[in-house]
């Protein structure tokens, strides 16, 4: 049994994010004896690691000291929303805290600016793991008045139900395995029946037991109201001290659908809300997953353009012209199809492997996440598997080892890929169009034709997600009226301040028509669009100190400001062009950059193909 290739190189990648080569100086923050590699302290006074297994969750927050400079808790929710009657089962929603600068601005304060709260994508992405990462990198850039606070939606992680469809992790590892890592266009054609049938085994697994019950409660409806319940549950601990406020919010990739429901649902609990990376409303509700992909392609390009215009030193793929750089990328997957390579990914992972032409298609799209990092990891990797040369080499140029391993215990509280690596589906599945559940396979190959025909680089890649929904025997308890849509943009607003919508010029999975389409979803003027130029997933991908001051602005007085068209300041294979032109601001580019690739590990982490 093959174990797959494609989870041993996205980790590879994600080692090398944890160590950008576009990177700051070591930051100080308040994170003392927190974080180092993947050790965490626990409370205070205890030499017990931290655990959400052990709080109860309660029906108001009481913190707890966790992870060096953070505060934990669990807020008991009702599971069903739509429940008439007292009683019945809860979820216990696991929430975190960071506060920025207690000393400045203590909590409750007069000068303390409330909450706002985080969802870094997926669907299925944790919020406690991206705000345990980003935390310290994202209080400048919104306000260190702030407290910061993210969770894990329903069926993710630490949050109770968990999504998972497996009775042991070996289960599901041995389920991924056996797809041997194939992505469509991989074959003949048979793998498209082979992805639609596997689609339906796991729609199947997730049905059984008291799975299919709990599954229904996982939909974003479900999680927007459960914001609605964190927020309101912070300003009690505030007291009287200051007049409560509505929901502060900024949410990326998948967070933004979930802020727009929240916004549709509860408008006049809005008080900021900033949408960062838009999946189109509509789009999503439906399960038509037509609208992603629009600009993946372009973001592609991208690579070949600053590739070709960084020379050989810089970009070790390069090529004279962005068209022979393309040439190039074509004939390598040509040839690793035709030939797969054979190789090992250093001494932390000798275990020799193939590395297929499905490998290096989806190792090329996860870099459109990041491309200010990764597109040089790419352009090397690129380089050696076409030289023959062995990839411990290519780590050995960069400087940096790939100690892959195993955790071996589901009760690591921040391990999701053991824990609920269906989270994701779950949430996306619950969510769709009930007719997508009962997608024939002609429908389905129909589908992947579109897909692909959209989108050459990930066409293929993302058909296998949405193969996630065939044959899903659960619909959400509390659904989203596509109506509302129509209804909200006739009707006034309601929120304290407009929405800042934040699309990229060329995103690989989120296109800025997305942002212009979500943002017509709501009255005249309540929604602003503002566009970030550069390629990449959400605008900490392509940094600028135009969108951080935006943002900035926003979160403060609730008004954007009038430069909502921000150019384009860092350059993938030009880091030092930040440096030369910037000066001191260069630290804090990098920072923002760094919030983009915890980004990319959670949108990843929630994929489960």
Not at 469 to 474: A, F, M, N, P
Not at 485 to 502: C, D, E, F, H, Q
Request: glycine residues 10%; aromatic residues 10%.
């Amino acid at each position: 049994m093959r174990a797959t290739i494609n989870t041993r190189l996205s980790a590879f990648l994600g080692l090398l994010l944890a160590a950008p080569l576009y990177a700051a100086p070591n930051q100080g923050s308040r994170q003392k004896g927190g974080h180092k590699g993947n050790h965490f302290n626990g409370p205070k006074n205890s030499t017990k690691p931290f655990s959400y297994e052990d709080l109860e969750a309660s029906p108001d927050l009481v913190f707890h000291p966790c992870y060096g400079s953070f505060e934990c808790a669990l807020l008991q929710v009702p599971l069903d929303y739509t429940r008439t009657t007292p009683g019945g089962a809860n979820a216990s929603i696991a929430v975190i805290k960071y506060s920025s600068d207690p000393d400045e601005f203590p909590e409750y304060g007069d000068n303390w600016g409330g909450p706002i709260l985080f969802n870094p994508g997926g669907p299925g992405g944790s919020g406690v793991g991206f705000l345990i990462e980003s935390a310290a990198l994202l209080a400048p850039v919104v306000g260190r008045q702030f407290s910061l606070i993210s969770f894990d939606p329903r069926g993710v992680n630490n949050t109770l139900p968990r999504a998972s469809c497996f009775d042991t992790p070996i289960d599901r590892q041995a389920f991924t395995a056996n797809a041997g890592g194939r992505i469509i266009g991989s074959g003949g054609g048979e793998e498209i029946g082979e992805t639609y049938v596997r689609g339906k085994i796991l729609a199947e697994l997730c049905s059984r037991g008291t799975r299919a019950e709990e599954y229904r409660h996982f939909g974003t409806p479900s999680v927007a109201t459960d914001m609605l319940a964190i927020n309101a549950a912070v300003w009690d601990l505030a007291g009287s001290t200051q007049p409560r406020k509505g929901l502060q919010y900024w949410g990326f990739s998948y967070g933004t659908l979930l802020g727009a429901t929240f916004a549709h649902l509860y408008p006049e609990h809005v008080e900021r809300m900033v949408l960062d990376g838009v999946v189109d409303t509509q789009d999503y509700y439906t399960g038509a997953a037509r609208k992603n992909l629009v600009d993946t392609d372009k973001t592609l390009a991208a690579f070949f353009d600053y590739c070709a215009l960084a020379g050989p030193l810089a970009c070790a793929f390069h090529a004279a012209t962005p068209e022979d750089i393309r040439a190039r990328l074509a004939a390598l997957l040509a040839d690793v199809r035709d030939e797969p390579r054979v190789h090992s990914l250093g001494p932390a992972d000798p275990q020799p492997d193939l590395l297929t032409w499905s490998d290096l298609k989806s190792l090329v799209f996860r870099s459109l996440y990041s491309p200010l990092n990764l597109f040089p990891v790419l352009a090397q990797f690129l380089a050696a598997v076409e030289a023959r040369v062995p990839l411990e080499a290519a780590l050995a140029a960069l400087g940096l080892k790939a100690p892959l391993t195993c955790p071996a215990a589901e009760s690591d509280p921040l391990n999701q890929q053991l824990r609920s690596a269906e989270g994701g589906a779950s949430i996306l599945c619950v969510d769709a169009d009930p007719a997508v559940h009962n997608t024939t396979l002609a429908e389905f190959k129909t589908r992947v034709a579109f897909l692909r025909e959209q989108s050459d680089a990930a066409g293929g890649y993302w058909a296998g997600l949405i193969a996630y929904c065939v044959g899903w025997k659960q619909e959400s308890s509390l659904k989203f009226d596509l109506n509302v849509l129509y209804t909200s943009r006739n009707g006034t607003w309601a929120g304290k301040a407009p929405l800042l919508v934040i699309g990229n010029t060329a995103d690989p999975v989120t296109p800025i028509s997305a942002a212009r389409s979500v943002a017509n979803t709501f009255p005249p003027g309540a929604a602003i669009v503002a566009t970030q130029e550069g390629p990449g997933h959400c605008s900490p991908a392509a940094p600028s100190d135009c969108m951080m001051g935006l943002v900035n602005q926003y979160f403060a007085t609730g008004v954007v400001g009038p430069q909502r068209e921000c150019a384009m300041q860092t350059k993938p294979f030009f880091p030092e062009e930040a440096s030369a032109k910037r000066g001191v601001h260069k630290r804090a580019l990098v920072d923002y950059a760094k919030i983009g690739d915890a980004l990319y590990r959670q949108v990843t982490q929630s994929h489960t193909q």
